[in-house]
């Protein structure tokens, strides 16, 4: 068959043969999912790309009319089943990167984690993870351009310079032009902060004392200390030790850990976002890590609470399984002692063991009578 002319470009004409399917990634995926330092979240963005394909209707079709007449959902349950395994050998990924990628969508809001216990016939599994899709997220994150709002900064911006600023202009020009009168741009946002903490207070510790020169906490514990000099130098102020403190002594009671998993928990999460090269300022303080449910990048104390139930869980697994194997092998010499017994006290029986081991007779004949041996055995040999 000779190949049609589409546009008189080779490869295009060829490209165009080919039906290519699979995900789909919206080129404002990269500047919407991105890490901390500003880049593209690529496994982010491939794991999205593929829930998405998931989530997205297959058509169903008249075969006379060709009209499309219904829609179905292309997995079996209410929500889309995936396990850390399957998206990194999927991806190319390690289980670690999996799951942090995942975490990150999560925090970011495009996604949501469900653990089930789920029926099979071999019994029930647990902690199986499903996926659930935001779609009013994954389009504010496709059609970030959609929204009329300015930037807040740009606000600022015309604010300050009498509305006739370019709202891309840089805060530091604005800032020089102002000299040592520069306004504190951050003034509404605390005065807000202050009014809002006051009409609804939250669960902070109360009644801190910030006193510098009272030499500071009477007494915490060694793990509270190793945790705290990871905390970076422009938040390690006296009062945000003291809140940390009483923060971190309701951790211990209401997750049931210890301060040592705590501290070498933080002290990783402060490594990693150091070594991803997280400036100190967005680096969160022990305080803040420590409350549940916040979206932190990296590793959240959720995250290590999780790892930690996992690992928890895995050594279980093996201690099981080892100890059915102990048994069964306790079982298998005791059911071997039980017919070397009455192997003993059974003429027959001895009679077609030693033909079973007698070498002079070749190995045929060695053969049938081992087999001569077993049925015998497996007829009059009944082990209690």
């Known amino acids: 068959m000779i190949p049609r002319k589409l546009t008189g470009n080779a490869s295009v004409d060829a490209i165009a043969t080919m039906a290519i399917t699979g995900n789909v990634v919206p080129a404002t995926w990269y500047k919407t999912i991105t890490t901390a330092s500003g880049k593209a979240d690529l496994a982010a963005i491939n794991i999205l790309s593929d829930v998405l394909y998931w989530y997205r209707p297959s058509e169903i079709r008249d075969e006379a009319t060709g009209d499309i007449i219904a829609y179905r959902k292309r997995f079996s349950a209410d929500l889309l089943q995936r396990s850390y395994e399957q998206l990194a050998e999927h991806f190319g ?15 970011l809001g495009a996604v949501r984690r469900v653990f089930r216990n789920v029926d099979c016939g071999a019994g029930t599994m647990g902690n199986v993870m499903f996926i659930a899709i ?8 496709t059609y970030p351009d959609q929204s009329d709002d300015l930037d807040p900064m740009a606000k600022k911006r015309h604010r300050y310079d009498g509305g006739d600023a370019d709202p891309d202009t840089p805060m530091t020009e604005i800032r020089h032009r102002y000299g040592e009168k520069t306004p504190d741009i951050y003034k509404d946002y605390s005065e807000t902060t202050q ?22 906490l009477a007494e915490t514990s060694e793990s509270f200390e190793r945790a705290w000099e990871k905390v970076p ?30 501290a070498s928990s933080y002290r990783r999460y402060v490594i990693q976002q150091e070594q991803a090269g997280t400036e100190a300022r967005f680096i969160a303080t022990l305080s803040t890590w420590l409350k549940p449910n916040r979206p932190i990048t990296g ?27 102990e048994e069964h092998r306790k079982e298998e010499e005791r059911v071997r002692a039980l017919e070397i017994e009455w192997r003993d006290s059974d003429p027959e029986a001895q009679r077609l ?24 055995r497996d007829e009059r040999f009944r082990p209690g």
């Open 93 to 107: 990924l390690s289980k670690r990167q999996a799951k942090d990628a995942v975490v990150r969508l999560e925090e």
């Open 299 to 325: 590793l959240s104390l959720d995250a290590a609470l999780e790892n930690r139930r996992e690992q928890r869980a895995r050594a279980e697994r093996r201690s099981a399984e080892r100890r059915a194997e």
């Open 134 to 141: 935001d779609p009013a997220r994954v389009l504010e994150l």
């Open 195 to 216: 009014r809002l903490s006051s009409d609804h207070p939250t669960n902070q510790p109360e009644n801190l004392s910030c006193d510098k020169e009272d030499g500071g």
């Open 233 to 262: 130098s422009s938040k390690a102020s006296q009062c945000a030790k003291e809140k940390a403190w009483r923060v971190w002594q309701g951790s211990l009671s209401d997750h049931g850990v210890d301060g040592d998993f705590l």
């Open 353 to 376: 063991w030693s033909l079973a081991w007698d070498y002079g007779a070749g190995f045929d004949r060695m053969g049938d009578a081992m087999r001569d041996y077993r049925a015998y």
